[in-house]
């Protein structure tokens, strides 16, 4: 199984792999630049040449690239949005330095607008961004439902995707506490939530996991996230999740309240599940 954490990129690409080991990891997540946004640090792309090369030794899975959390290609204001759209164009380019893995991006906030405007917006910005070249797959993140966040179901997600004008790069990152906070019961009903995933948006674009357990009641649209097994998803559930044959073969990224000891302990856990 492919599984690893969330990791800081200031250190730089390599060092994020040989981390990674240490956590017997094998892929990781990073923010493309800082999680509160700015500009992004130049690329060394010799660090990134180390990074794939430790990868290809060690067998990794696809990378989960992580979009600043600032950014907002639906916001309200046009220069939150202008600002939104040029984080997603660079960083797309930036991805090419470690090429064919996963861009993950919350869909975005419509801030009042109301949904179909967002979602019009959120593809737009895709549609301008990602080129025909890129061998990057840009994921969409099914969100809580916190605010007026867009993607709190698989409907408004599928409406994304049905704009996209290269299909075969978007896909779904599906994060176990923002469902079950968005109110699907991955508890009680997983091949149920999972059979209306493939209804709705169609199973082959779901691309990676987010595992997390959740702090808050299913349709709570809080987005707490609780260690493995301390939450009220619990430890059945999300060993549910990794040994489902529909998702098993999906890099699961750990995004839990933990350092890097937690985090070493939690894979350990989850290997010996596996
Ligand atoms: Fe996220
Ligand atoms: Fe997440
Ligand atoms: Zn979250």
């Known amino acids: 199984m492919y599984i690893g954490n969330h990791l800081s990129s200031s250190k730089g690409f390599e060092n994020m792999g040989k981390e990674a080991l240490k956590l017997n990891a094998n892929t990781f997540a990073f923010f493309t630049r800082s ?12 660090d ?3 990074l794939r090369n430790l990868m290809k030794e060690n067998n990794f899975g696809k990378l989960v690239a992580h979009a600043p959390y600032t950014m907002n290609v639906c916001a309200a204001k046009e220069d939150i949005r202008s600002f939104s759209r040029n984080v997603l164009k660079e960083d797309l380019e930036r991805m090419e330095y470690l090429p064919g ?9 419509h801030v ?5 405007k967002a979602i019009l917006l959120i593809a737009d ?19 809580a439902g916190k605010g007026s966040e867009v993607g709190r179901n698989f409907e408004e997600l599928r409406e994304i995707l049905d704009l996209i004008r290269l299909p075969e790069k978007v896909g779904i990152c599906f994060d176990t506490c923002h469902v079950w906070d968005g109110g699907y019961d991955i508890v009680c009903n997983l091949d149920g939530v999972l059979e209306e995933f493939d209804k ?5 674009k779901l691309k990676a996991v987010h595992l997390n357990d959740s702090m808050n009641a299913r349709g709570s649209h809080k987005d707490r996230h609780q260690k493995i097994g301390e939450g009220e998803i619990g430890l059945d ?12 073969d999906k890099p699961f ?10 985090y070493a302990r939690e894979i350990e856990m989850i290997r010996g599940f596996v």
């Open 35 to 46: 999680p509160r946004g700015g500009s992004a640090k130049a690329i060394n792309e010799g």
């Open 48 to 50: 990134a040449m180390k």
């Open 101 to 109: 893995n996963y861009y993950n991006f919350h869909p975005g906030s």
């Open 112 to 116: 009042g607008q109301g949904v179909e």
């Open 125 to 143: 910005a895709i549609n301008d961004s990602l080129k025909q070249s890129h061998s990057t797959t840009v994921l969409l993140e099914t969100m």
């Open 200 to 204: 709705i948006i169609g199973i082959e």
């Open 237 to 248: 559930a999300l060993m549910a999740v990794v040994t489902h044959p529909l998702l098993s």
């Open 253 to 262: 990224i750990l995004e839990t309240p933990n350092d890097n000891e937690g």
